[in-house]
C-alpha cells in the first residue's frame, strides 16, 4: 500500500466521496487504509470489538460501485447492540458474547442500500446502560485524547473510533444522552433526530421515541451526509414518517440563515454543573453571539423532569429486560436495580411521568415561539479516568443512582426535539468537551447548518483524528 493510500484515512468522508465519484480511488483502497488504521490504533483505544473484514470487501465486490450512491462504498461500523447479518452482536453482555445476529436491523439495510460498507462494531457498556463504555466481554474503551479518561458512552466505542481515525461513519444510540455525551468528549459530533426521521426494527415498545439511533461522524459535513443514508420511512416502524427524499442535509448545509435567536444555560438552575463546564458555556455564549447571533440565557423549565425520565426510563428497562431478574448473576447490578424500579412502579408513577413529559414539552413549545435553538453542555462534568464507573457527586449534590448525573442530557430526551452534540473546546486535562444544541422537532436541516457555522469557528474538528497519545 502507498503511503498515499495509506493516509486516506487521515481524509474527511466529504473529501472522499467526490474522489470516488471521480474513479482517483478505490473503495478498496479506502477500506484498506481504514483497517491498517484500526490495527495501528485499536489496541491501545479499544473501540472496535468485532470485525467483518471479509463481509466488507464482498460487499465492495459484489455490489457495483453507483456513483450517485450516498456513502459511495464508505466503510461504517456499527454500535454493538445493533444487528448485522451473520456478525456478532454481544449488546457488551457476557449472555450475548456468542450470539451471531441471523437478520440486519432495518437501520443496517438503510444504510447498505445507501452505499455504505459495514466494517466492524464498536463498544458498548452492558446493555448499553450507562455513560462510561466498558464490560466483561470486552473491556473498556479509553478516550484517544488521553488514554486515562472515558470515552463517554453508551456510545463511547463508536465515538472513539472516529476520533482516532478508524472510520469516518459509526452509528449511535440514544436514550439519556448516549450518543451525545460520548461525540463531545471524544472531539466529533453526534445527532439525536426527531423520532421516526430514522425508522427502527420492530420491538417490545414500538411506540418508545425515548430511545434512538442516530448517526456519528469527525464534522458536521460528514454527519449530514451519513444521516442522508440512514434517513428513511419504514411501515414496520409506527412512528416512522415519509420525508422529501430528493432533500438532502448534506446539500443543505451552506444555505445559512444568521437571524437565529439562541437560549442557552449551563445548567437549567436545576442540575449541578461543575466550574469549568460553566466556564466552556459562558464561552460559547460569547463566540454565538460574535457571530451575530442573539443569544439570552433564557431556556424551558426542566422542573421535575428527572423524576419523569426515571420512571419511563426503568419502565422501558423492565419491559425489554425483565426475563433478566430471574436469572442474573451476570449481569451488573445497576441494571438490575434500573430493571428491579421497573418491576415496583404503580400505575399512578407512570401517569405522574407521562403528566410531566407533556408539561414539558409544552414548556419547550412556549420556548421555541421566541428561540430558534437552544443551547446547553452536553455533560455536566469534564471526561474522567476510565476507571471510574459513574460520577456519585457533582459539587455539594450527591448522586444515589447511575442515572443522575446524566440529567442535563436525559432531560432533552424527553421531549422529541432534534439534538446535536459537538465539542466546542479542551479541558484542562487534554480531552474535548463541548455542547448539545436543540431544535424544533423535524428542523434537522436548520440545526446541522447552525451548528456548522459554530464549528467552523471553533477548529477542533480540524485537529481530527487525533493520534492515542501514547502511539
Known amino acids: 500500500m502507498s503511503n498515499s493510500t495509506d493516509s486516506l484515512w487521515k481524509l474527511n468522508a466529504s473529501d472522499l466521496i467526490p474522489l470516488l465519484r471521480k474513479k482517483e480511488i478505490s473503495p478498496r483502497e479506502i477500506l484498506d487504509s481504514s483497517i491498517n488504521r484500526i490495527n495501528q490504533v485499536n489496541p491501545s483505544i479499544n473501540a472496535i470489538?468485532?470485525?467483518?473484514?471479509?463481509?466488507?470487501?464482498?460487499?465492495?465486490?459484489?455490489?457495483?460501485?453507483?456513483?450517485?450512491?450516498?456513502?459511495?462504498?464508505?466503510p461504517v461500523l456499527?454500535?454493538?447492540?445493533?444487528?448485522?447479518?451473520?456478525?456478532?452482536?454481544?449488546?457488551?453482555?457476557?449472555?450475548?458474547?456468542?450470539?451471531i445476529s441471523k437478520k440486519s436491523d432495518i437501520l443496517i439495510s438503510n444504510i447498505?442500500?445507501?452505499?455504505?460498507?459495514?466494517?466492524?462494531?464498536?463498544?458498548?457498556?452492558?446493555?448499553?446502560?450507562?455513560?462510561?463504555?466498558?464490560?466483561?466481554?470486552?473491556?473498556?474503551?479509553?478516550?484517544?485524547w488521553n488514554l486515562k479518561l472515558s470515552a463517554g458512552g453508551s456510545s463511547g466505542g463508536s465515538a472513539a473510533a472516529l476520533a482516532s481515525g478508524m472510520a469516518w461513519f459509526s452509528t449511535g444510540t440514544d436514550l439519556g444522552g448516549s450518543l451525545r455525551n460520548p461525540?463531545?468528549?471524544n472531539g466529533v459530533v453526534g445527532l439525536r433526530p426527531t423520532p421516526g426521521l430514522v425508522a427502527q426494527s420492530p420491538s417490545k415498545l414500538p411506540?418508545?421515541?425515548?430511545?434512538?439511533?442516530?448517526?456519528?461522524?469527525?464534522?458536521?459535513?460528514?454527519?449530514?451526509i451519513f444521516l442522508d443514508s440512514m434517513a428513511d420511512y419504514n411501515l414496520t416502524d409506527p412512528l416512522s414518517f415519509k420525508r422529501d427524499s430528493n432533500v438532502s442535509f448534506y446539500k443543505q448545509l451552506d444555505d445559512l440563515n444568521t437571524s437565529y435567536k439562541v437560549g442557552i444555560t449551563a445548567d437549567f438552575e436545576l442540575f449541578p454543573c461543575s466550574n469549568e463546564i460553566k466556564n466552556m458555556i459562558n464561552n460559547?455564549?460569547?463566540?454565538?453571539?460574535?457571530?451575530?447571533?442573539?443569544?439570552?440565557?433564557?431556556?424551558?423549565?426542566?422542573?421535575?423532569?428527572?423524576?419523569?425520565?426515571?420512571i419511563l426510563r426503568a419502565y422501558m428497562f423492565y419491559s425489554t429486560y425483565g426475563f433478566l431478574l430471574s436469572d442474573h448473576h451476570e449481569i451488573k447490578q445497576d441494571i438490575i436495580w434500573n430493571i428491579n424500579k421497573g418491576k415496583n412502579l404503580k400505575i399512578k408513577e407512570l401517569v405522574?411521568?407521562?403528566?410531566?413529559?407533556?408539561?414539558?414539552?409544552?414548556?419547550?413549545?412556549q420556548f421555541f415561539q421566541n428561540y430558534d435553538f437552544l443551547v446547553c453542555p452536553s455533560s455536566s462534568v469534564v471526561p474522567f479516568t476510565h476507571e471510574t464507573k459513574w460520577i456519585k457527586q457533582i459539587n455539594n449534590k450527591v448522586f444515589d443512582n447511575y442515572v443522575s448525573w446524566l440529567m442535563i442530557c436525559g432531560c432533552l430526551s424527553l421531549v422529541s426535539c432534534p439534538i446535536i452534540a459537538i465539542p466546542t473546546s479542551i479541558s484542562e486535562n487534554g480531552a474535548p468537551i463541548g455542547i448539545q444544541i436543540m431544535a424544533k422537532p423535524h428542523e434537522e436541516a436548520k440545526l446541522l447548518k447552525f451548528a456548522k457555522s459554530l464549528e467552523s469557528q471553533i477548529n477542533i474538528s480540524t485537529l481530527l483524528p487525533v493520534n492515542p497519545s501514547n502511539e
Open 207 to 224: 411506540f418508545n421515541s425515548l430511545s434512538l439511533n442516530g448517526p456519528m461522524a469527525r464534522n458536521v459535513d460528514d454527519l449530514s
Open 352 to 365: 405522574k411521568a407521562d403528566t410531566i413529559r407533556a408539561k414539558l414539552y409544552q414548556n419547550v413549545c
Open 183 to 185: 461525540s463531545s468528549w
Open 112 to 144: 447498505e442500500k445507501n452505499g455504505g460498507v459495514i466494517l466492524g462494531k464498536t463498544n458498548t457498556p452492558e446493555l448499553a446502560a450507562g455513560s462510561n463504555t466498558f464490560n466483561d466481554v470486552f473491556g473498556t474503551t479509553k478516550n484517544a
Open 78 to 99: 456499527v454500535k454493538d447492540i445493533t444487528e448485522v447479518e451473520g456478525v456478532k452482536t454481544t449488546y457488551g453482555s457476557k449472555l450475548y458474547e456468542n450470539y
Open 49 to 74: 470489538v468485532t470485525l467483518c473484514i471479509e463481509r466488507a470487501k464482498k460487499n465492495i465486490e459484489e455490489t457495483a460501485f453507483e456513483e450517485n450512491s450516498i456513502l459511495c462504498n464508505l
Open 284 to 310: 460559547t455564549s460569547k463566540l454565538i453571539e460574535s457571530l451575530g447571533y442573539v443569544v439570552d440565557n433564557t431556556y424551558p423549565s426542566m422542573n421535575e423532569a428527572e423524576e419523569s425520565f426515571q
